[in-house]
């Protein structure tokens, strides 16, 4: 009985929203930016400004959104003093977007990492991207006709690309807190670049404009060691880091033929990664398998013929472990393990590992990695033999 009435006086103690505050008090923030300049860090925020209800009260011509920047020793102190622009309290519970200056992420990205983690009016799983050839800021302004808001357009094109194109992997922020934290594996982030002119693409007339002056596009890979980015993958080399990493959803792939060429889809790509010791040295096995289907033909290219099908498995096959090798190569050559071996190796073997965990990036060299790709194709007739067999 006691527990009974203690429970209740608990109920009506919680009832009571001593702090609670309407939405219309607060500045809803749909994207961040971090860049830096000289020693001070620029933060700025995306604001979704909501148009006004009373339509005797309302502009058309009041922008959708407006950030807001500002500047200090730390990204904290940065953010406060947007708290002296705002006229609302900053609400951080439902954005999107992190874009991270590749400046910034060359000294290193660690304490954006901190910061996002202590902070408690941050949710975690909004995503994460590097602005490259350009400020994070800037990538905030632009203005597109398909989205309401940039930092919608970002997270948009971050969703679909990562469906769709096998060079984009979709980075949320648990998912690079866990990379970084796990001992033997590093972290790897895509690029986003602006495309034509700046200043006019942040412009309201850039949104209502058929043809956009400027607008946003996801690339490569960035690869880091230890918080840091220390390299551009090139299209092949991301291509070949996802590949491995199990993070193709989709991919596209034109093969060489006959003076002429296929293009395969494949939609269902998968990677297992392996670790044994053999005499008490690393051994890794990357098996890549899956199916695709054709979908675009050229030239005199007969895909009735049972050898053309498997003379072009094979080279599909050979192409798939060429994207691989590239991206081990880099990773070698920048000493960072990418792939998560390392992790790998510590599951599996945990006193090994802890054997040669500090020296285990630079010795990368030093593993025997043998891959393996078993794509299957699942249509043998293009639609060119088809309208053939229908001509006859």
Do not use: H
């Amino acid at each position: 009985m006691k527990k009974v009435i203690l429970s209740l006086i608990l109920l009506f103690c919680l009832t009571g929203c001593w702090n609670y505050k309407e939405l219309n008090d607060y500045s809803i923030v749909s994207g961040v930016a971090i860049d830096k300049k000289g020693n001070e860090y620029e933060t700025s925020v995306l604001i979704s400004n909501s148009p006004k209800t009373n339509s005797s009260e309302s502009n058309s011509s009041q922008s959708q959104v407006v950030v807001y920047s500002g500047k200090g020793n730390s990204i904290f102190s940065a953010l406060k003093q947007i708290g002296l622009i705002s006229p609302k309290e900053l609400y951080f519970g439902s954005f999107s977007i992190l874009v991270i200056s590749e400046n910034v992420a060359k000294e290193g990205i660690d304490s954006a990492i901190d910061f996002f983690v202590r902070y408690p009016n941050a949710r975690k799983n909004f995503y994460v991207v590097l602005s490259k050839g350009t400020s994070a800021k800037d990538t905030l302004k632009i203005m597109t006709p398909l989205s309401s808001f940039p930092s919608q357009k970002i997270t948009d094109n971050v969703e679909s690309t990562t469906e769709l194109q096998g060079i984009i992997s979709s980075i949320n922020f648990n998912d690079l807190l866990s990379t970084i934290l796990s001992d033997g594996s590093e972290a790897t982030i895509n690029c986003i670049e602006i495309e034509g002119d700046e200043e006019k693409g942040s412009s309201q007339e850039n949104l209502e404009s058929s043809e956009p002056e400027a607008y946003t596009k996801l690339g490569n890979l960035g690869i880091f060691k230890n918080y840091t980015l220390v390299d551009w993958a090139n299209r092949d080399e991301s291509l070949g880091i996802n590949m491995i990493n199990g993070k193709i959803s989709e991919m596209f792939l034109d093969i060489e033929y006959n003076e002429g060429y296929v293009v395969i889809d494949s939609t269902s790509f998968s990677s297992e990664v392996n670790v044994k010791l053999k005499d008490n040295k690393p051994f890794v096995s990357i098996d890549l398998s899956g199916e695709a289907r054709i979908i675009e033909v050229k030239g005199d290219i007969d895909l009735k013929d049972s050898k053309v099908i498997e003379e072009l498995q094979k080279k599909a096959n050979k192409k798939i472990k060429k994207r691989v090798n590239q991206a081990i190569e880099l990773a070698i050559k920048n000493k960072t393990d990418i792939f998560g071996f390392g992790q790998k190796f510590y599951q599996e073997y945990p006193k090994y590992f802890k054997s040669v965990k500090d020296e285990w990036n630079n010795n990368l060299d030093k593993i025997e990695i043998n891959v393996k790709s078993d794509l299957m194709f699942k249509n043998k007739v293009s639609s060119k033999n088809s309208l053939e067999e229908i001509n006859d």
